[in-house]
């Protein structure tokens, strides 16, 4: 398949559009290992570990919910939010998506 960089920085597949690394997770990942993730798929971000958007190795991309995503790249509202997400999980809501 023909893919190129979107103005994003991200490949795409040229014959539908669609983003090569959430198209690698979805097949890669979240199918593989169903049950880690009990939401639907289009719940999830996916994230580059080593923050290269053309890097889309399996073993790089790690499929996070939306504030979780936020949070490792800095995102102030994620940010603020945090010291209410951490006395869930010292209390073992960590199967919620609550991260200490």
Do not use: C
């Not at 490949?11 to 990942?29: G, K, P, Q, T, W």
């Not at 880690?36 to 190795?57: A, E, I, W």
């Not at 504030?67 to 800095?74: K, T």
């Amino acid at each position: 398949m023909t893919m190129y960089i979107d103005k994003n920085g991200y490949y795409r597949f040229s014959s539908n559009d669609r983003l090569v690394h959430r198209e690698r997770a979805y097949h890669e990942i979240y199918l593989l290992d169903r049950w880690k993730y009990p939401l639907p798929f289009s719940f999830y971000q996916v994230h580059h570990r080593d923050g290269n958007k053309l890097n889309n190795d399996p073993s790089n991309l790690e499929l996070l919910i939306k504030f979780d995503h936020e949070y490792r790249h800095g995102i102030e509202s994620a940010q603020m939010i945090l010291p209410f997400r951490e006395p869930y999980a010292s209390r073992g809501y960590a199967a919620a998506g609550f991260k200490s």
